[in-house]
């Protein structure tokens, strides 16, 4: 079996097969991350580039030591150092990329769809390393393989998801990729930050964070940008942490097994409880290291058969 | 020279008329209407239209010329001659060039070149404000005498309730209609198609219905308090269609447009065409548009508002842009999208379907614009200016931008198949298209 398209723009056009795939792929792949000599020959010869119009630490870290880890050659090109600034559209930038014959593109970018305006431009494969609000499926991804090793199956779980579900493209790519795999997912978080129609991404919305942490088998907290304090989505930061963040009291409304989750970078003492983001509960770690393997799986299946 | 046009179903709502008739243009006007063969043939020019509907010119009362200040997206002569090729023999163009048209130095500069270069008629309408900045008013009497025939800051509302108040209660000293552009720029944010199901899974951001509709009752109510005409452009929501409903039952001197896409497609043009659109999104920015494509809901109200006659016209909104505002990422493309050759096509759909009826759509497309612009044309009553549409209802044709005659291509219809069109174009008793 392989992935039905060059690109992956985002879970929402994955079937659950796919995941399953990637998910499977990610686990066979982990031990190599474990091996004195973390390299296998497997993607040598292949190039890799990594086009980041958005700040970001560790999705860009983490594709660059997958791609290594698997011998590929890796470019980085950040926006601050590239043409964009001298007004060189999305477009010439990835064409002028694509001339020097990348097998794939991982693009980041604050609008939503430009992953997707480049994949039809472009020959070479499209990951999405997050576009604006709309999906960040290698995080999915990894979020899945975490809770999959530590509960040994998504089928049947709940998934508690907190915060700005609004301008979270890592709540929206979790929520198509818990439910296709047969968890119900719940959303909590101020009604500022809970859009309408959310409910028709297959999602259950509730208000209040007792309530969508009760019985959960997984709580994963979202970053509090806040920038959006001064865009009347919030009256204070005291009232959110105190209504919205999760401390250790909720966690024994909680399945005995819960885990809890944070994309990173967190906000401790706002989303997140120190105690709690410490505690043996706290998965974040492991997430990270699961980041590695998904995005080494996904480079795999993308440019690693006849495709490339 | 005279024109004879024959055997066609004359179709003119002013006169209540919808019959097979021959048309007999001279000296530019509508010389006569008589049962078919009872006007000679000789020394004359002979247009056979059997089968064909012979109409009154159509009339788009809102468009984007882009002339002056943006002819690299259209010009007075490509956007009239795709005006000539769709159907239209007259059109209104939007005062939001570079510059403004918010003085008569403009004005006259887009009438001369449309009677230089022009296919269609083209009526200016001014700026309600300096600008179109909102902060003061235009000099409403210099735009009246230098030819505008309507204000309207289009592209961007008026939000000072205060300034809207004052341009209605000025213009009416002048006897110019106010078209208002209705959005609250506060509700729409930076909002980039309708606020829905499809906004919410594409991560885009949503511009509410709620953001029109404040603004219409605004308007409504401002329109009441000083007794002004106002018309109300591009009316996309169920909920500002039953607003106007409501203001015209209520005796208000309102009119309002819609436009083809907001009646043909909805907010899921925005995810493409395909069959599984929705998981694999195409993001096309050839509909992104402002106001935003909405829902099937409201589409069914706009169609029901136009067979109602709560909508008095079908105008296009034919906003030209050139592929370096549209061949970008979603969210930095332009809003627009271009009409003038599809609207005839598009609106005949409602034809097909039984939703208006021949003479409903004319009305639409040419009588009631012509009238609430109070412009000469819209009827083919004898002594009229001879501005004629011939169409073809049930020629089949396949939308394609390259043989557009605008300038630009920023058409989410391309490649659709369509029933119905625009045969000959005839100015003044002049073939201008055919």
Same mark, same amino acid.
């Given at each position: 079996?392989?992935?039905?398209?060059?690109?992956?723009?985002?879970?929402?056009?994955?079937?659950?097969?796919?995941?399953?795939?990637i998910?499977?792929?990610?686990?066979?792949?982990?031990?190599?991350s474990?091996?004195?000599?973390?390299?296998?020959?497997?993607?040598?010869?292949?190039?890799?580039?990594?086009?980041?119009?958005?700040?970001?630490?560790? !999705?860009?870290?983490?594709?660059?030591?997958?791609?290594?880890?698997?011998?590929?050659?890796?470019?980085?090109?950040?926006?601050?150092?590239?043409?964009?600034?001298?007004?060189? !559209?999305?477009?010439?930038?990835?064409?002028?990329?694509?001339?020097?014959?990348?097998?794939?593109?991982?693009?980041?970018?604050?609008?939503?769809?430009?992953?997707?305006?480049?994949?039809?431009?472009?020959?070479?494969?499209?990951?999405?390393?997050?576009?604006?609000?709309?999906?960040h499926?290698?995080?999915?991804?990894? #979020?899945?393989?975490t809770?999959?090793?530590?509960?040994?199956?998504?089928?049947?779980?709940?998934?508690?998801?907190?915060?700005?579900?609004?301008h979270?493209?890592?709540?929206?790519?979790?929520?198509?990729?818990?439910?296709?795999?047969?968890?119900?997912?719940?959303?909590?978080?101020?009604g500022?930050?809970?859009?309408?129609?959310?409910?028709?991404l297959?999602?259950?919305?509730?208000?209040?964070?007792?309530?969508?942490?009760?019985?959960?088998?997984?709580?994963?907290?979202?970053?509090?940008?806040?920038?959006?304090?001064?865009?009347?989505?919030?009256?204070?930061?005291?009232?959110?942490?105190?209504?919205?963040?999760?401390n250790?009291?909720?966690?024994?409304?909680?399945?005995?097994?819960?885990?809890?989750?944070?994309?990173?970078?967190?906000?401790?003492?706002?989303?997140?409880?120190p105690?709690?983001?410490?505690?043996?509960?706290s998965?974040?770690?492991?997430? /990270?290291?699961?980041?590695?393997?998904?995005?080494?799986?996904?480079?795999?299946?993308?440019?690693?058969?006849?495709?490339? | 020279?005279?024109?004879?046009?024959?055997?066609?179903?004359?179709?003119?709502?002013?006169?209540?008329?919808?019959? /097979?008739?021959?048309?007999?243009?001279?000296d530019?006007?509508?010389?006569?209407?008589?049962?078919?063969?009872?006007?000679?043939?000789e020394?004359?020019?002979?247009?056979?239209?059997?089968?064909?509907?012979?109409?009154?010119?159509?009339?788009?009362?809102?468009?984007?010329?882009?002339?002056?200040?943006?002819?690299?997206?259209?010009?007075?002569?490509?956007?009239?001659?795709?005006?000539?090729?769709?159907?239209?023999?007259?059109?209104?163009?939007?005062?939001?060039?570079?510059?403004?048209?918010?003085?008569?130095?403009?004005?006259?500069?887009?009438?001369?070149?449309?009677?230089?270069?022009?296919?269609?008629?083209?009526?200016?309408?001014?700026?309600?404000s300096?600008?179109?900045l909102?902060?003061?008013?235009?000099?409403?009497?210099?735009?009246?005498?230098?030819?505008?025939?309507?204000?309207?800051? #289009?592209?961007?509302?008026?939000?000072?309730?205060?300034?809207?108040?004052?341009a209605?209660?000025?213009?009416?000293?002048? #006897?110019?209609?106010v078209?208002?552009?209705?959005?609250?720029?506060?509700?729409?944010?930076?909002?980039?198609m309708?606020?829905?199901?499809?906004?919410?899974?594409?991560?885009?951001?949503?511009?509410?219905?709620?953001?029109?509709?404040?603004?219409?009752?605004?308007?409504?109510?401002?329109?009441?308090? !000083?007794?002004?005409?106002?018309?109300?452009?591009?009316?996309?929501?169920?909920?500002?269609?039953?607003?106007?409903?409501?203001?015209?039952?209520?005796?208000?001197?309102?009119?309002?447009?819609?436009?083809p896409?907001?009646?043909?497609?909805?907010?899921?043009?925005?995810?493409?065409?395909?069959?599984?659109a929705?998981?694999?999104?195409?993001?096309?920015?050839?509909?992104?548009v402002?106001?935003?494509?909405?829902t099937?809901?409201d589409?069914?109200?706009?169609?029901?508002?136009?067979?109602?006659?709560?909508?008095?016209?079908?105008?296009?909104d034919?906003?030209?842009?050139?592929?370096?505002?549209?061949?970008?990422?979603?969210?930095?493309?332009?809003?627009?999208?271009?009409?003038?050759?599809?609207?005839?096509?598009?609106?005949?759909?409602l034809?097909?379907?039984?939703?208006?009826?021949?003479?409903?759509?004319?009305?639409?497309?040419?009588?009631?614009?012509?009238?609430?612009?109070?412009?000469?044309g819209?009827?083919?009553?004898?002594?009229?200016?001879?501005?004629?549409?011939?169409?073809?209802?049930?020629?089949?044709w396949?939308?394609?931008?390259?043989?557009?005659?605008?300038?630009?291509?920023?058409?989410?219809?391309?490649?659709?198949?369509?029933?119905?069109?625009?045969?000959?174009?005839?100015?003044?008793?002049?073939?201008?298209?055919?």
């Open positions: 079996m392989q992935l039905r398209s060059k690109d992956l723009l985002g879970i929402a056009p994955l079937s659950p097969e796919e995941i399953q795939l998910l499977d792929t990610a686990a066979s792949l982990k031990e190599i474990a091996r004195p000599i973390k390299k296998v020959p497997t993607l040598r010869g292949r190039t890799v580039v990594t086009l980041f119009y958005e700040p970001s630490t560790r !999705t860009r870290m983490s594709f660059e030591i997958a791609a290594k880890r698997l011998s590929a050659d890796t470019v980085n090109l950040t926006v601050s150092a590239s043409s964009a600034v001298k007004g060189e !559209t999305l477009a010439d930038t990835a064409h002028n990329l694509e001339a020097m014959s990348p097998d794939v593109l991982i693009i980041r970018h604050q609008a939503s769809g430009a992953p997707h305006y480049l994949a039809r431009k472009l020959k070479c494969g499209v990951i999405n390393a997050g576009d604006g609000l709309h999906e499926p290698t995080q999915a991804l990894l #979020d899945m393989l809770v999959r090793e530590l509960k040994g199956t998504l089928a049947g779980l709940k998934v508690a998801i907190i915060g700005d579900i609004a979270s493209r890592v709540a929206r790519s979790n929520i198509h990729g818990f439910t296709k795999m047969g968890s119900e997912v719940v959303v909590a978080g101020p500022t930050m809970l859009p309408p129609y959310l409910e028709t297959g999602a259950k919305v509730v208000r209040s964070l007792t309530e969508a942490v009760t019985g959960a088998d997984v709580i994963m907290m979202l970053r509090l940008q806040l920038e959006r304090m001064g865009q009347m989505y919030l009256s204070t930061l005291r009232e959110y942490s105190t209504r919205f963040g999760l250790l009291r909720h966690l024994e409304l909680a399945k005995e097994d819960v885990i809890v989750m944070h994309p990173g970078p967190l906000n401790r003492g706002v989303e997140i409880s105690e709690v983001a410490d505690g043996p509960w998965v974040i770690l492991e997430q /990270v290291a699961n980041g590695v393997a998904v995005r080494m799986a996904v480079l795999l299946l993308l440019i690693g058969g006849e495709r490339a | 020279m005279s024109l004879l046009i024959t055997n066609g179903l004359v179709v003119d709502p002013a006169q209540g008329l919808e019959e /097979v008739l021959d048309l007999l243009v001279e530019n006007l509508v010389a006569a209407l008589k049962p078919p063969g009872t006007i000679s043939r020394g004359r020019q002979v247009v056979e239209a059997q089968g064909l509907i012979v109409a009154p010119g159509l009339v788009d009362m809102h468009v984007h010329l882009r002339e002056p200040g943006e002819e690299y997206k259209e010009t007075i002569e490509t956007g009239t001659l795709a005006a000539a090729r769709g159907g239209f023999s007259a059109v209104a163009c939007m005062p939001n060039t570079r510059p403004v048209n918010d003085n008569a130095a403009v004005t006259r500069f887009i009438l001369e070149q449309a009677s230089r270069r022009g296919f269609a008629r083209v009526y200016p309408v001014g700026a309600i300096q600008g179109l909102g902060e003061k008013l235009s000099e409403y009497g210099e735009l009246k005498d230098g030819g505008c025939v309507a204000l309207s800051d #289009d592209g961007r509302p008026v939000m000072n309730a205060m300034l809207m108040r004052r209605l209660e000025y213009a009416r000293t002048f #006897d110019l209609l078209i208002s552009h209705t959005e609250d720029l506060n509700l729409r944010g930076d909002g980039v309708h606020e829905g199901e499809v906004s919410v899974r594409l991560g885009l951001k949503g511009i509410p219905a709620a953001a029109e509709e404040v603004m219409v009752y605004r308007d409504l109510a401002l329109a009441a308090l !000083t007794g002004a005409r106002l018309h109300i452009a591009h009316v996309s929501t169920a909920g500002a269609v039953e607003l106007i409903r409501r203001a015209k039952a209520a005796g208000l001197p309102v009119s309002c447009e819609t436009a896409h907001y009646f043909t497609l909805t907010d899921m043009a925005v995810c493409g065409q395909a069959e599984d929705l998981v694999n999104p195409v993001f096309d920015a050839n509909a992104k402002n106001p935003p494509l909405r099937s809901r589409v069914a109200a706009l169609k029901e508002g136009l067979r109602d006659g709560t909508i008095d016209a079908i105008a296009s034919h906003a030209p842009h050139s592929v370096l505002e549209k061949d970008v990422e979603f969210g930095a493309a332009a809003f627009g999208l271009i009409g003038l050759e599809t609207s005839l096509g598009l609106s005949l759909k034809v097909h379907e039984r939703v208006l009826t021949l003479s409903q759509l004319v009305a639409r497309m040419s009588t009631q614009p012509a009238r609430i612009l109070g412009i000469p819209g009827t083919l009553a004898p002594g009229s200016p001879a501005d004629i549409t011939l169409i073809d209802l049930n020629r089949e396949t939308v394609d931008v390259r043989t557009f005659a605008s300038k630009s291509k920023n058409c989410p219809f391309d490649g659709w198949r369509l029933r119905g069109k625009a045969v000959m174009t005839i100015l003044g008793g002049k073939i201008v298209s055919r």
